[in-house]
C-alpha cells in the first residue's frame, strides 16, 4: 500500500521530480463505476511543466524536450488515468505512468550500429544452401525426355 506522505516522484536513482512541480486535476471517468460513476472524480490527470523544472539539468531538460516532443504541450506534459475505479489508484497509476515516461525519454541513445559486410565464407555458406535447396527442388519435379 502506498505512503500517504511522498518526498517526491522518484523517476531514477539520481532523479526525483518533488511533490511541488506536480498538480493533479480530477473528473468524471468514463467506463465502470456502476452509480458512483455519476458522482465520484475518479478520473485523473497529472501534469507536469518539463520546461521549468528545477531538478533537471539543462542536459536533461534539452533531451527530455526533444523526445517527448509529440507529448508536450508548451514544455508542459500531462499524464491521463482512468482505468481503475477509484481514485487512489489512479493517481499511482499516473505517478508510475509518469516515472517511466520520463526514465525512457532521459536514458541515453543506444551507440550507433556500424555497417559491416558479410564474410566470404558466409557468402559461400550461403550459396552453397541455396544451390542444394534448387538441387532438392529439381528433383521433385517430372523427369523430361529430351
Same mark, same amino acid.
Not at 12 to 17: H, M, P
Not at 67 to 92: C, K, Y
Given at each position: 500500500? #502506498?505512503?500517504?506522505?511522498?518526498? +517526491?516522484? !522518484? ?13 493533479? !486535476?480530477?473528473?468524471?471517468?468514463? /467506463?465502470?463505476? /456502476?452509480? +458512483? @460513476? ?8 497529472? %501534469? ?11 542536459? *536533461? ?8 516532443? /509529440?507529448?508536450? @504541450?508548451?514544455? %508542459? ?31 541515453? #541513445?543506444? #551507440? ?8 566470404? /565464407?558466409?557468402?559461400? !555458406? ?6 542444394? !535447396?534448387?538441387?532438392?527442388? *529439381? ?8
Amino acid at each position: 500500500m #502506498p505512503t500517504p506522505h511522498r518526498p +517526491g516522484l !522518484r523517476v531514477s536513482a539520481a532523479l526525483t521530480i518533488p511533490e511541488s512541480e506536480l498538480s493533479w !486535476r480530477f473528473s468524471r471517468s468514463s /467506463g465502470p463505476g /456502476g452509480q +458512483g @460513476v455519476n458522482t465520484a472524480d475518479s478520473r485523473v490527470e497529472l %501534469v507536469w511543466d518539463a520546461a521549468q523544472s528545477a531538478v533537471l539539468s539543462p542536459h *536533461q531538460r534539452e533531451r527530455l524536450l526533444d523526445r517527448l516532443d /509529440g507529448r508536450l @504541450v508548451n514544455g %508542459v506534459l500531462t499524464i491521463a488515468a482512468s482505468e481503475h475505479r477509484a481514485q487512489l489508484r489512479n493517481r499511482d497509476a499516473a505517478r508510475e505512468r509518469l516515472a517511466t515516461l520520463v526514465a525512457e525519454a532521459l536514458r541515453p #541513445p543506444a #551507440p550507433q550500429r556500424r555497417a559491416t559486410k558479410p564474410s566470404r /565464407g558466409s557468402k559461400e !555458406r550461403r550459396l552453397t544452401a541455396k544451390k542444394r !535447396r534448387t538441387d532438392v527442388k *529439381q528433383m521433385r519435379k517430372r523427369p523430361r525426355d529430351v
